[in-house]
C-alpha cells in the first residue's frame, strides 16, 4: 500500500506569522520639518493677518453683491467655511510640529549651556586650588620687604662690628676712646698692669 503524503502547508501552526505592514510612502522628516517651520514662520506674521482678512472680505463681498448666476458660493458661504476648518486643521498640526522642533532645539541648547556650566565651574574650582595652593607656597618665601629688613639689620650689625673693631684698634695704639683717629696721641702717662707710670710713646 502506497503511502500519499499530504502537501506541506504554507503556513505552519508552530511558528508565528509575520506580520504583514502596510509600505507608507518615506519622506525625509528633516526637510517636512523645515517645511512647517516655515509655514509657521508665515502664519505668525502680520502679512498673513492682513492678507488673509483681505481675501475673506473680497470673498463675502463677492458672494453677497455679485449676480446670482456668479456667486459660486453664496449665503451662508459653506464653502468658505470649510476652507477655514481646513485651513484651521492643518495649520494646528504644522504649529505644533514647529514648536516641537524648537524644543527639542531648546533641550539641546540647554544641555549644551549646563554642560559648559560644569566646565567651567570645574575649571573655576581648579584655579581656585592652584590659586591658594600659590598663596600658602608664597607665604614661605622671603617678600622684598623682608629681605630689606634683613640687609638693613645686616648693615647695621656689619657697621657695629667695625666700629667696635675700630675702637679696639684705637685702645691698642692709644688713640683716644672717642676719637675717629685724626687726634694727636695722649700726653699723659700710660699705666701698664703692675701701676707703673711710662712716657707716652710720643714723649720719649
Do not use: C
Amino acid at each position: 500500500m502506497v503511502e500519499r503524503r499530504r502537501p506541506e502547508r504554507l503556513e505552519r501552526l508552530d511558528q508565528p506569522r509575520e506580520v504583514r505592514r502596510l509600505q507608507l510612502p518615506r519622506f525625509d522628516p528633516e526637510a517636512f520639518g523645515r517645511w512647517s517651520e516655515a509655514i509657521a514662520r508665515r502664519m505668525g506674521t502680520a502679512h498673513f493677518i492682513v492678507y488673509m482678512t483681505v481675501v475673506i472680505a473680497t470673498w463675502l463681498v463677492w458672494n453677497t453683491l455679485a449676480p446670482a448666476h456668479l456667486r459660486f458660493d453664496p449665503y451662508t458661504f459653506t464653502f468658505l467655511t470649510l476652507m477655514l476648518s481646513l485651513q484651521a486643521s492643518y495649520a494646528a498640526p504644522l504649529i505644533l510640529l514647529a514648536q516641537n522642533r524648537q524644543a527639542d532645539r531648546d533641550r539641546l541648547a540647554l544641555e549644551e549651556d549646563r554642560r559648559r556650566a560644569t566646565a567651567q565651574k570645574a575649571d573655576t574650582e581648579y584655579l581656585a586650588r592652584e590659586i591658594a595652593a600659590l598663596r600658602n607656597a608664597m607665604g614661605e618665601v622671603a617678600t622684598r620687604d623682608f629681605l630689606r629688613s634683613e640687609l638693613a639689620r645686616l648693615a647695621e650689625e656689619l657697621d657695629d662690628a667695625a666700629q667696635r673693631r675700630q675702637r679696639r684698634q684705637h685702645r691698642a695704639a692709644g688713640w683716644p676712646a672717642g676719637g675717629d683717629g685724626l687726634d694727636e696721641p695722649q700726653d699723659e702717662m700710660e699705666t701698664d698692669s703692675v701701676g707703673e707710670g711710662r712716657p707716652a710713646p710720643g714723649n720719649r
